[in-house]
C-alpha cells in the first residue's frame, strides 16, 4: 500500500489560486514531480483547513471526494 500524500493551500489566495480552483494544475505538476504514482491518493487542507481528497485516474485530476474523517490537522 502506497502512502497518501496530503498538501494543503497555503495562500496567500490574492496571488494564488487555492488547491480547489488549481486541480487540474496541481495534479499536473505532482504527476511530472513524480510525487503522485499511479495508486497514490491525494489529499489536501483547504483554506479552511478541511481535508477533502482530490481524484486521480489516469494521472489526471478527475474530480472531488470528501475526505476521510480520522485526519484531523490542527
Known amino acids: 500500500m502506497i502512502a497518501p500524500l496530503i498538501i494543503q493551500d497555503m ?8 488547491v480547489t480552483n488549481g486541480a487540474e494544475d496541481v495534479v499536473e505538476e505532482l ?3 513524480g510525487r503522485l ?5 491525494l489529499y489536501y487542507y483547504d483554506s479552511e483547513m478541511i481535508l477533502d481528497e482530490l ?4 494521472g489526471k485530476f ?3 471526494k470528501p475526505g476521510p474523517k480520522t485526519l484531523k490537522h490542527d
Request: glycine share 14%; aromatic share 14%; net charge positive.
Open 31 to 33: 504527476v511530472k514531480m
Open 55 to 58: 481524484m486521480v485516474k489516469d
Open 62 to 64: 478527475a474530480g472531488f
Open 37 to 41: 504514482p499511479a495508486g497514490r491518493r
Open 11 to 18: 495562500g496567500p489566495w490574492d496571488e494564488f489560486l487555492t
